[in-house]
């Protein structure tokens, strides 16, 4: 029984991409809370300084506004940079085939074909629109809406058997 994908990686599937990475990770390692971290600490010894010199009172609200722009700032540049890595992958503005088999994965496109077994990805997250593929550094998504062959019943049903499968706002 072969389960065929079939999309366009384009900006829109790219930023799916980076939102469902990010929403599947634990809470202190997203994106924002990362940031908010490290700006929060920077903005309050700042203000430390600031508030010690000039003995201003307002010093602690200058701070939590710097920590904002940071935050916010930093989050816009990373994401900035994922995107621009991924637009620089040979498969940006093309349609990629991905079929699932019981031994593993098939990408195939106009830049050729490379198979992967299943051990290469021994998580995936359910979510209510589709599966994210998970290894180290590397990830798959395969939203719903992009299955050609299949049922997204058998497509469930394979992955849970061949990897440890979590839900997340799954239907």
């Not at 609200?61 to 992958?89: D, E, Q, T």
Request: hydrophobic share 45%; proline share 2%.
């Amino acid at each position: 029984m072969a389960l065929r994908y079939r999309y366009l990686f384009d900006r829109a599937y790219c930023r799916t991409v980076i939102s469902r990475f990010y929403r599947q990770r634990p809470f202190y390692l997203r994106l924002h809370y990362q940031f908010a971290a490290i700006a929060l600490i920077i903005g309050f010894a700042w203000a430390s300084t600031q508030a010690a010199a000039a003995r201003s009172s307002r010093a602690p609200f200058i701070a939590l506004c710097v920590a904002g722009a940071m935050i916010f700032g930093f989050m816009f540049l990373v994401r900035f940079a994922i995107m621009m890595k991924l637009r620089k992958s040979r498969e940006f503005g093309k349609e990629v085939t991905i079929t699932l088999s019981e031994e593993g994965l098939e990408a195939s496109g106009s830049n050729g074909r490379s198979s992967v077994k299943w051990s290469a990805y021994p998580r995936s997250v359910r979510y209510s629109d589709g599966i994210l593929l998970a290894r180290g550094g590397a990830i798959r998504w395969l939203p719903d809406s992009a299955l050609q062959e299949g049922s997204v019943q058998d497509v469930l049903a394979l992955v849970s058997a061949k990897t440890a499968m979590r839900s997340i706002g799954a239907t």
